[in-house]
């Protein structure tokens, strides 16, 4: 790979540097990190997410000077084999799993990552919503094999933890060109609502709440209810709900909430959290396309690394984290997209503005991986 590395100003996405930086095999340096702040420098959640990439590669150079201002991280070989990291509790579990969703097909053995934190809160996308939009994604891309999983062991919600997650993914040499143009109508609405160390009947009033908005809309609505008990519930109070959608042509859109973590505000009533996540899923219905936002930079990172053929997704409007992450791609990988924005008419029924995304993939092959 080319010596010459990259350098960025600031804190902000930090996880999409690092990571396309480990794909890509370019140094990356950040400075200036948080360098004007009265506690400068890295935070906890960063630092153990630094720990947890050291701990899947092999021979990565990691500097920070003193204050934690300014990182050079030097990228070494993906490894994968099993890993076991405790995630810091001012993050939940989903922004470490979001980033090893993206690494995890390049690995030269099968990852097999045990992460250890808070599984739900308000913030990052949770445990929940990866299993049931980012997976079925990714197996699109031919990601595929009865070890590719995300199972949840234990609960744990803000600000205490104590959960745990199991992600197994098995290795890909190359990822498949895809085609997802045509979203489809929705089909079915699926959803867990959870509940640990509260009354089990929050989850019901949450099924109900929630069911009196959808209904409307549709009858094949399933809403299981998972209370989890004793050891398995962590160390906070708290309750959520996670609804997923799924179209004609399988493609997933998805919303979900959780409660307010435990002495940080005021308390949520779980009937209004059902019917606010209701709407909220409207709402991404409405903005549509074959992938939901939460999702949008892992099915652009996967188009990038596509064999040399042309890949097509259409995404709702893009959100901004989206936006860096396509300039990011511009500096690492030189890959442009070609975007447009497709209006629907009225009559149609379609929602809001779409955004096709096309570009040719760079043909990204797993240098890691073992060649039996």
Known sequence: MASHGLTYDGCNFFRQRLVLSTLSGKHVKIKNIRS???EPGLRDF???FIRLLDKVTNGSRIEINQT????FYQPGLLYGGPVEHDCNPQRSVGYYLEALLMLAPFMKTPLKAT???VTNDPTDPTVDLLKSTALPLMKKFGIDGEAFEIKVVKRGMAPGGGGEVVFTCPVRKTIKPVQLTEPGKIKRIRGV???VRVSPQMGNRIVESARSVLNQFLPDIYIYTDHMKGTNSGKSPGFGLTLVAETLNGCFLSAEMSSTPQGQGDPVLPEDLGRN???LLLEEVYRGGCVDSSNQSLALLLMTLGQQDVSKVLLGPLSPYTIEFLRHIRDFFQIMFKIEVQ???DDERKGG???LMTCVGVGYSNINKTVK
């Open 36 to 38: 004007r702040d009265d």
């Open 353 to 355: 503005d779409k955004v």
């Open 68 to 71: 934690g201002t300014v990182l």
């Open 46 to 48: 960063e630092a153990s």
């Open 277 to 279: 996540c209701a709407k």
């Open 115 to 117: 992460l250890k934190g």
């Open 343 to 345: 209006t629907p008419l």
């Open 193 to 195: 609502a959870y509940s």
